[in-house]
């Protein structure tokens, strides 16, 4: 079979086995085998791939390798945009996520933070896959193998694996430190919250509540209420933590 010099870069080497990490290899491959697939073979998957050089020029996933050739696999460029470049840069787009199963309590902690997450808790892969594609999301998930699916063109594999520091890693990969804006979407819904004085909209919160506070927002799909109470100020404990960066999270 014919071989190929594969050097991965940055993040991307955490899919790799520790020998292969931060250097050059040599790997067969299968007879004209497209660089996404061997990649992928490789464990990377290619939503995380942001350039991708054949011999020194930018390539396609499509670019069908013959041998002997030199890939060079670079993840996400948080500095400089390579989309001008690059022939598979998925782009920027709105932090909007898509979440699979075993992220429930991070799709809780990016609600609060003020992003859009969709997460339902028994959603199959395929329709994962297919919301991530026809929604414009970005799928977080801890199944690598889902990134692996064609229509998946954002996607991001959540290494950590305690919710919090899960927050703090997709803030920091996707640079959204700037664009938190908390306590603006139902933790249940996902949907933006609005400020309510309406009578009506306050007569299931508790007397002494009222009593207490005079700030609440409502939630227009499920009629749940929120306001500033214990809860607001752990969650806020919580996003300072997240901000302050590793050394806070716990």
Known sequence: MPSVTFRVY??????????????AFVQEVAPRSSVKDAIE??????????????????AGFSHLLLGGERVAVYPRFRTIDVAGVSLVSPGRIEPRFVLDVHLGRLAAYLRLAGFDAAYNNDAADSDLAASSSRETRVLLTRDVGLLYRNEVRHGYFVRE??????????????????????????????VPVEEVTDESALAHVPPRVRARHTEFRLCPACGRVYWKGTHYEWMTGLLRRVTAGPQGVH
């Open 161 to 190: 694996t305690l919710p919090a520091r899960q927050l703090l890693e997709v803030i920091r990969h996707f640079a959204l430190a700037g664009r938190l804006r908390p306590f603006t979407r139902c933790l249940r819904c996902n």
């Open 10 to 23: 940055a993040e991307l080497n955490d899919f790799l086995p520790p020998r292969r990490r931060k250097r």
């Open 41 to 58: 073979a490789l464990g990377v998957p290619h939503p995380e791939v942001d350039l991708l050089l054949v011999d020194g020029q930018p």
